[in-house]
């Protein structure tokens, strides 16, 4: 089984047998319906998730964690200088409608992010990045606008579209992953094929059905009637205890890197005071997070 993770997010995962119309199809539960299918716009956790079972990035990153060129589009990514990064592409990765990637669609997918008017959250990952240019079909070089010894980690995400792709991307997405778009069920269900042409070699199983279960109680009773497969990363402990007293089910667990934030709306205007924001700051028990 080839499932792609979010990236640097812990793993939870329970998995079951179940009688199906194809029991070569999982079937995967999510929180939420995505917000975009287009890699340059979903920063949720399901459309993450779905991104890079349908995309693939430049590099990925490893346990450890480091980013790596295995499992990436890029074999290479060398760095002559201190603000130059070269991204050599594999030959031969296909997109699942059987045209070959090439610099191309590298350049367009990062230059439409950087497009002030595609206004791509991702943009704010790659303020220094200067130029994005193709040298040849299978190089392309990044430009930095001064030197940034950690750039090859926002080479993980985003994933690469086709160049010209344009907005459909989001409502029916072709990549160069594992799987294959074949429909969407908006907020109830979406349906990926395994692609044979996978250049990593295909998956082991004919698809995913991956379905939206918000309620977490139901995502554990499905998962014990064996209505559903796997669940990745959304159970929580109480849940994950019950699960584990069954011995149909499988948990896996790993450690990853993870972070929570408070986002604080500067127009509010209790919150536009610096005192009161300073308050907030001196009421977080700090030690009770790390210790915790």
Known sequence: MRLALAVLAALTCACVDRPASNPNVLTVAVTSGPNSLDPRYGLDDSSQKLHQLIFDGLLRIDDRPRYVTDGGLAERLDNPESTIWIATLRKGVRFHDGHELTAADVVYTFRTILDPDSRSPHRGAFRGLQSVDARDPYTVVFTLSEPFASFPTNLVIPQIIPAGAGPKVAVHPIGTGPYRFVQQWTDDRIELAAF?????????????????VPDEVMRGLELRKGTI???VNDVSPDILYQLRRDERLQTATAPGVDYQYIGINLLDPALADVRVRRALAHAIDRRAIVDH
């Open 196 to 212: 044979d042409g996978y250049w990593a070699g295909p998956p082991a199983n004919a698809g995913l059905l991956v379905r939206v």
């Open 229 to 231: 497969d796997v669940v």
